[in-house]
């Protein structure tokens, strides 16, 4: 693990922080200062920070946060508008956001101070479920793309307008009702299997729909229920077991797909040099029957 991701994984500092200890000479490996931003901490290492040892944490923790509108999912904005930091008690300033939701977006959002859970729940295809209302009614396009999927090369419309990503392709929703219609919007629910950048958003816009309202009400099976805004839970002892067995599946998922890379790498080794062993028996045939054939000449 990098260093300032191992500092702040196991301390209060954020990376941002720990990058200017480090710069400062504030971090040290036993008594050697190290300012090396790329040094990947090993299990053996002992670091310390402004003379304090580094403690790994082992123990996990996640939280839910009912995100307000009007609130970034980032550490620090350089425009100085409020992100959830300022708005989250003080203990969880080195949490990890499992995914974002946008600034004019609301709802679920599960943090954790286990970056490698965080990823793995960020890179799932676990459910995701919002509720949504948009700017028109349904119209045929629009539900079919829902249920067969889509893929623009131009998928600009509904992005941030800074956002680098030109194109995107839309797997199938995992489910959509509508709620409730009139004359000028729609209010639907729908469950999604990815976090892509603004994806509700850019899908809507794609057919000239904008997205008035964005609520995510689930992740994974762990529900907002009747959260209020702006606070937090701690995940339950279900909950928590739950987190466990989907990791204990992947990492026991990565496991077997290492060995069978390696497996068909070592049969692909074995492939080769059983043609080359092949190849060279074939030439040695031929040099055989060609020395017969001198010799009768």
Same mark, same amino acid.
């Given at each position: 693990?990098?260093?300032?991701?191992?500092?702040?994984?196991?301390?209060?500092?954020?990376?941002? %922080?720990? @990058?200017?200890? +480090?710069?400062?000479?504030?971090?040290?490996?036993?008594?050697?200062?190290?300012? @090396?931003?790329?040094?990947?901490?090993?299990?053996?290492?002992?670091?310390?920070?402004?003379?304090?040892?580094?403690?790994?944490?082992?123990? =996990?923790? +996640?939280?839910?946060?009912?995100?307000?509108?009007?609130?970034?999912?980032?550490?620090? @904005?350089?425009?100085?508008?409020?992100? +959830?930091?300022?708005?989250?008690?003080?203990?969880?300033?080195? /949490?990890?956001?499992?995914?974002?939701?946008?600034?004019?977006?609301?709802?679920?959002?599960?943090?954790?101070?286990?970056?490698?859970?965080?990823?793995?729940?960020?890179?799932?295809?676990?459910?995701?479920?919002?509720?949504?209302?948009? @700017?028109?009614?349904?119209s045929e396009e629009m539900m079919t793309a829902m249920k067969e999927g889509l893929l623009l090369d131009d998928a600009r419309a509904g992005a941030h307008e800074k956002s680098k990503i030109?194109?995107?392709?839309?797997?199938? /929703?995992?489910?959509?009702?509508?709620?409730?219609?009139?004359?000028?919007?729609?209010?639907? !629910?729908?469950?999604?299997?990815?976090?892509?950048?603004?994806?509700? !958003? !850019?899908?809507?816009?794609?057919?000239?729909?904008?997205?008035?309202?964005?609520?995510?009400?689930?992740?994974?099976? +762990?529900?907002?229920?009747? =959260?209020?805004?702006?606070?937090? !839970?701690?995940?339950?002892?279900?909950?928590?077991?739950?987190?466990?067995?989907?990791?204990?599946?992947?990492?026991?998922?990565?496991?077997?797909?290492?060995?069978? %890379?390696?497996?068909?790498?070592?049969?692909?080794?074995?492939?080769?040099?059983?043609?080359?062993?092949?190849?060279?028996?074939?030439?040695?045939?031929?040099?055989?029957?060609?020395?017969?054939?001198?010799?009768?000449?």
């Open positions: 693990m990098r260093l300032n991701k191992y500092i702040s994984h196991n301390t209060k500092y954020s990376r941002r %922080e720990a @990058d200017k200890l +480090i710069e400062e000479g504030e971090v040290t490996l036993d008594k050697r200062v190290l300012k @090396d931003f790329a040094y990947e901490v090993e299990e053996e290492d002992h670091i310390y920070v402004k003379g304090r040892h580094v403690k790994v944490s082992t123990e =996990l923790t +996640i939280i839910a946060y009912n995100k307000p509108k009007g609130v970034l999912v980032t550490k620090k @904005d350089d425009r100085g508008r409020a992100t +959830i930091y300022h708005k989250l008690p003080g203990k969880y300033r080195h /949490f990890v956001p499992v995914g974002r939701l946008d600034y004019a977006s609301e709802g679920l959002l599960l943090l954790t101070d286990s970056p490698e859970v965080a990823t793995a729940l960020m890179e799932s295809g676990l459910d995701r479920t919002y509720n949504l209302k948009v @700017d028109k009614p349904l030109y194109s995107m392709e839309f797997a199938p /929703f995992a489910h959509f009702e509508v709620r409730s219609e009139g004359k000028n919007f729609t209010k639907l !629910r729908v469950t999604i299997t990815e976090g892509k950048n603004r994806e509700l !958003r !850019r899908f809507f816009a794609h057919f000239e729909a904008k997205v008035l309202d964005l609520k995510r009400i689930a992740f994974g099976g +762990i529900e907002l229920n009747n =959260l209020p805004e702006n606070k937090t !839970r701690y995940f339950t002892r279900r909950e928590y077991d739950d987190v466990h067995k989907f990791m204990k599946r992947r990492r026991a998922n990565a496991e077997a797909a290492t060995k069978n %890379e390696a497996n068909a790498r070592k049969q692909e080794w074995q492939n080769k040099m059983a043609k080359e062993k092949e190849a060279l028996e074939e030439l040695r045939e031929k040099k055989k029957s060609s020395k017969k054939f001198s010799k009768k000449d």
